[in-house]
DNA sequence: TTGGAGTTTTTTGTATACAATTTTTTATAT
DNA sequence: ATATAAAAAATTGTATACAAAAAACTCCAA
């Protein structure tokens, strides 16, 4: 009798691996409109339409609507159909609530946990991040961040963690995408993520669970300062059209 | 211009309300088939023979499943379709630590955050548990079980913490299901949850946390120490066939 | 104009048929 | 007997057709 053992350190790419149904591809594209602000918050997804845009049929569609229902972006009613998810403020604390538990959680097992080899990708990982930020390079920090946190969450060795946060990724991506625009957050922001690299490599528990609560505290401020802002500008605007 | 405003307390029967599509149905039939048994860890599952055990067309069915998959109750691989997850030892740990993470945040938010009213509820809650624990009602101690935790996760005020743990609730039932035919542990998870239950209305956060994770903690070693048992018996079992 | 009942249209829920892939079986050669 | 390759069966992936519910529209009355 064999047993089949599970590697120690599951990569994301690899767990999903070969998925080129068009599943997949639909749940990609309608994940990206959503986050690229191609359909807005709150409105209605027609699944005809969706079908249109993605090219992929009704039952196809659907499955991937079930998905992506399940990360939060969409919401479904029965017989309405489904909406992309609204984000007010009680609901972006509560998202960042979360996010930093399972994020401060994964810091402090990496210092643990974390092989020489990851500490050092890890380091190279904040390098690269560094280069992209200095460079305002918006779509390739984007992927310096994503492999930043990949390194992160391979070392904390949870796949569960990391699948609790992918459950909300996608709303942690749309706020983000909006954060890096402002040059003054991208640098603070990597001020911060360097002494949270530090604290990791360093193996402090301590010190790394305070930069990352740190970290995300200052980013819970900006998303909501910008989204105060949002909300000013929109009502500035209602008011010269009503004029 | 009216804005539509979330209830301050979300509960869960009314997130998905109404839901009486067959796909719901179906999807409760296979989950409580998983949690009962009727399908054992790893096994197959052929849409085919869910349809007939279910009454489902096979397009309702994948959606189903797609729902389960998110919950991880079951795996999928292209074109092989899905399988029962398996849980071994370091699946067991992984799943503690976050539901350790989410619950002891849980805690610590609901003495900071929960009305009188909630407080109230979450002792009578406990009262219930008591009886149905000294009563030895294994039924009803699931369902006061579950509904102690539904007034502690509304009175944290944070849907997403208690979204992310129902995304691993299925699981967590699973392990709890073979715990509780033990009396020695029905009698000690009760303990550590009166000493929850008093901090929690006494509003002490730094008691709160530690119950929390106390109870976990012992938990989880319930359940190795479960599991290791039942390896022991299922290699014992095997050899008795051989012979 | 407004309000409401009935009808039409649209949209979602469901079932089934077809295509692509995997698994099993069978036949054949070594 | 065993291994291998082709063929058959089973299973998943995909598309489409039908049923039920919701939304939009029409028309008439107050």
Redesign the interface.
């Given at each position: 009798m064999t047993v089949t053992r599970?590697p120690v350190v599951a990569i994301k790419s690899e767990i999903d691996r070969?998925?080129?149904?068009r599943r997949a591809k639909a749940q990609d594209l309608i994940r990206s409109a959503i986050l690229n602000g191609y359909f807005s918050t709150g409105q209605k997804l027609v699944e005809r339409e969706l079908c249109k845009l993605t090219g992929a049929s009704r039952?196809i569609l659907?499955?991937a609507l079930?998905?992506l229902e399940?990360?939060?972006l969409i919401e479904r009613q029965?017989y309405r159909g489904y909406r992309v998810a609204t984000l007010?403020v009680?609901?972006v604390c509560?998202?960042f609530?979360?996010r930093a538990?399972?994020e401060t959680?994964a810091a402090e097992?990496f210092t643990e946990r974390a092989s020489p080899e990851e500490t050092a990708a890890l380091n190279q990982a904040y390098s690269n991040l560094e280069q992209c930020i200095t460079a305002f390079d918006l779509n390739r920090t984007r992927a310096a961040k994503q492999q930043y946190y990949d390194v992160l969450f391979s070392g904390c060795?949870?796949?569960?963690?990391r699948?609790?946060l992918e459950?909300?990724i996608d709303r942690i991506y749309y706020l983000r995408s909006r954060l890096m625009q402002d040059p003054n957050r991208r640098m603070a922001s990597l001020e911060e993520m360097r002494r949270l690299t530090e604290a990791l490599i360093k193996r402090d528990r301590v010190a790394a669970r305070a930069a990352s609560i740190a970290h995300l505290e200052a980013a819970r401020g900006a998303v909501l300062l910008r989204m105060a802002q949002d909300e000013v500008d929109s009502k500035a605007k209602t008011t010269s059209t009503a004029i």
């Amino acid at each position: 009798m064999t047993v089949t053992r599970e590697p120690v350190v599951a990569i994301k790419s690899e767990i999903d691996r070969q998925d080129t149904t068009r599943r997949a591809k639909a749940q990609d594209l309608i994940r990206s409109a959503i986050l690229n602000g191609y359909f807005s918050t709150g409105q209605k997804l027609v699944e005809r339409e969706l079908c249109k845009l993605t090219g992929a049929s009704r039952s196809i569609l659907r499955e991937a609507l079930v998905k992506l229902e399940a990360s939060g972006l969409i919401e479904r009613q029965s017989y309405r159909g489904y909406r992309v998810a609204t984000l007010n403020v009680q609901k972006v604390c509560e998202i960042f609530e979360l996010r930093a538990a399972l994020e401060t959680l994964a810091a402090e097992l990496f210092t643990e946990r974390a092989s020489p080899e990851e500490t050092a990708a890890l380091n190279q990982a904040y390098s690269n991040l560094e280069q992209c930020i200095t460079a305002f390079d918006l779509n390739r920090t984007r992927a310096a961040k994503q492999q930043y946190y990949d390194v992160l969450f391979s070392g904390c060795r949870n796949v569960e963690i990391r699948r609790a946060l992918e459950n909300i990724i996608d709303r942690i991506y749309y706020l983000r995408s909006r954060l890096m625009q402002d040059p003054n957050r991208r640098m603070a922001s990597l001020e911060e993520m360097r002494r949270l690299t530090e604290a990791l490599i360093k193996r402090d528990r301590v010190a790394a669970r305070a930069a990352s609560i740190a970290h995300l505290e200052a980013a819970r401020g900006a998303v909501l300062l910008r989204m105060a802002q949002d909300e000013v500008d929109s009502k500035a605007k209602t008011t010269s059209t009503a004029i």
